[in-house]
């Protein structure tokens, strides 16, 4: 089992920055891929920015050189640098991970909001 907890959302204006993070516990040896989603209100969850074992990294299209993933040296904690924000950045941002049992585990959500 591994826990997660996110930290990090609020309230910012247009071109504001905030910097999510999200904190595993639990089985944390097992974990391999980190990933980052959003849900905005009526909206299907979609997939934001993900960080392999090895460093590699990958962005949606809609935040490509916006958002930056990275996580600590002891790969149990992920970050999400999320800079330029705007209103439709506006969501519930949850961390996943991955383990090499191919379990998928989420964390809480939290609460992003750009204002115009």
């Known amino acids: 089992q591994v826990q997660l907890v996110e930290s990090g959302g609020g309230l910012v204006q247009l071109g504001g920055s905030l910097r999510l993070s999200c904190a595993a516990s639990?089985?944390?040896?097992?974990?391999?891929?980190m990933r980052w989603y959003r849900q905005a209100p009526g909206s299907r969850r979609e997939f934001v920015a993900t960080?392999?074992?090895?460093?590699?990294?990958h962005y949606a299209d809609s935040v490509k050189g916006r958002f930056t993933i990275s996580r600590d040296t002891t790969k149990t904690t992920v970050y999400l640098q999320m800079n330029s924000l705007k209103p439709e950045d506006t969501a519930v941002y949850y961390c996943?991970?991955?383990?090499?049992?191919?379990?998928?585990?989420w964390g809480q959500g939290t609460q992003v909001t750009v204002s115009s």
């Open positions: 960080i392999g074992s090895n460093g590699g990294t």
């Open positions: 996943n991970v991955a383990t090499r049992q191919g379990n998928d585990y």
């Open positions: 639990g089985s944390i040896f097992s974990i391999t891929v």
